[in-house]
């Protein structure tokens, strides 16, 4: 069971912008502990402070084949990003839809790690993608902003649709990823 309650699209508290963490503490190290176990049991690979309702800059990623190599980047920032890659996106804030999204292919940012340290990071593929997409969520934003309105509105009304069922106590008949 997760650790912290995932908001769903359209939740409008998904579309806030985080605020900045101005000081890494306890309270921030016991929140990533907490966005790692509820990322892990959800399971995803990625969650960001904002998807849990928490608006802070905080962002956990595990791209890792065995779970077992948790990232935690706190304030992170984009330095430079290379190229156009097109990779199937999910997110465990729009369960069970999977769509094209086309991202920079690598990118180098610079962010804190869990302990306050300042860390640069060069990234492509999985891990690019994953990070882009985290970050997009501090910013208010969700993979479902990049592909076309019809299939974000359809997407959308099945996700209500959904929610309406399961608070009738019918639950949906798909699974969450």
């Not at 995932?6 to 508290?13: A, G, H, K, N, V």
């Not at 920079?104 to 610079?110: C, D, P, S």
């Not at 997009?136 to 509105?153: A, E, P």
Request: aromatic share 4%.
């Amino acid at each position: 069971m997760p650790k912290l309650d995932i908001l769903t699209f359209p939740d409008p508290r998904l579309r806030n912008k985080a605020l900045p963490v101005t000081q890494v503490d306890a309270d921030i190290r016991r929140l990533v502990d907490d966005m790692l176990e509820t990322m892990y049991a959800a399971p995803g690979i990625g969650l960001a402070a904002p998807q849990v309702n928490i608006s802070r800059r905080v962002v956990v990623i595990d791209t890792s084949e065995h779970k077992d190599t948790p990232l935690c980047l706190i304030n992170p920032n984009i330095l430079s990003a290379e190229g156009r890659e097109q990779m199937d996106e999910g997110c465990l804030s729009v369960p069970g839809f999977f769509e094209t999204v086309t991202r920079a292919e690598w990118i180098r940012i610079e962010a804190l790690d869990r302990d306050g340290n300042p860390f640069t990071l060069d990234a492509d593929g999985l891990l690019a993608v994953c990070i882009q997409h985290e970050i997009d969520h501090l910013d208010g934003k969700l993979f479902v902003d990049h592909i076309s309105m019809l299939k974000r509105q359809r997407i959308k009304h099945k996700l209500l649709k959904d929610q309406r069922q399961a608070a009738s106590g019918n639950p949906p008949k798909r699974g969450v990823l």
